[in-house]
DNA sequence: GATGATTTGTACGTATGTATA
DNA sequence: ATATACATACGTACAAATCAT
């Protein structure tokens, strides 16, 4: 049987909006109707309200009392300062695995980065995208400190909505995957400090790179890029 | 007329049990019953329920599904990984602060840290608790950077229940004052790096010196030290 | 600026899942 | 292990506030 990690309704619904909202199929600034999500998800306002103020937790939804809640919608200036805190979260998890990771993640890490040579090589752009995030991941959890994993994570996907992959996307990944280059050979040296400054100089070419998503309050019939394709090579 | 912030019953409790919480009057580990709160508040268990939801989303609370509510317990390890976040989190708030405060900014700061000066010789203990909340605020405030002012501040309030005043406090709001200082310095000199490794030791020398509330399952009942003098001086 | 339509906020009752005897 | 008790999760109904006209 198919046992769900998450088991309340509530949760479960909470799951697929924030897909949907990381994914862009709901944009930032669109309104978060409890009637409606009621009726799609065919239960009672209770649950969604609740997946709602979850959201709201995560940073993904905003709701102000008798207004209803939207998708978060961060203009350009609150973008970049997000982007600012975010690259030193990375950072110190590059610095803390660099310090504390042990043998058997070093490899694993090592074995994750050719991996993600061969994609490069083989230009599968769809295929780097995923290995990115499990690249950025490994890193998270090689901190050995789970509050800045937690923390980072979170921020990250907080971003999701912003960020898109760039159309030369081919072109980018080589240049991701050569700084990720840098930053696994600081941690295999143990190296803290040019771990952190090596994540830090991607990050920031990161944000450089990437398409930022204007902020809309246009309503989700829009439709522009095929919202799965979108993503960053981050 | 009194006209209130927060406007929901949900958002009022809220405020109510967190402060609570801060402030130590529920203990970490203790449980949140629905059933009591609505009868103690005069209201349903709606508005508790978004209250505790509200709660768990600053990190105060922690839910499972059908297994209730408790006051966010963390132990020695996490308590660890949440100062050394929140350490580089205010490092970076110095280090904003020595790039972008403006001259009136700085003005204030100087002031400010001027008055935290007379309260260590007045001997002043819970004056100088309040303004040291007052000059990490400035800091946040400092860096320009409202996701990271907003970020900061939360970590810094999920920490106060595990952190208090320590014994000899009177001895200690010297060294924090001084090592407010070094702080000062560098902002005003302008010196971002300097700043960041000024607030950095601050912060590693606080760790130190604070008092760990050991995790309790214990009720409430349990006094202790007067819960309205718990703090710490960072 | 007042009124009506719509949406959120709250109360209360029922069902379901967890824990204890 | 089964059953009982109890707290939470959900559904429904009503009240209150916002916005649109």
Redesign the pocket.
Known sequence: MTKHPK??????IREVLSDRIVHGILRPGE??????L?AEF?????????ALRQLESIGLAL???????IVTNVGERELHDIFRVMGELEALCARLSAEAMTPGECEALSHLHAHGAELVLRGDVGGYLAHNEQFHDALYAGSHNGFLEETTRSVRRRLAPFRRMQFEALHRIAHSQREHGAVVAAILDGDADRAARAMLEHLSIVERAVDRISPSHRAAGEDGADPLLRADVG
């Open positions: 088991r309340t309704q509530a949760d479960m309104a978060l109707d409890e009637t409606s009621a065919g239960v009672s306002r209770t649950p969604i309200r609740e709701s102000r009392p008798h207004r209803g809640t």
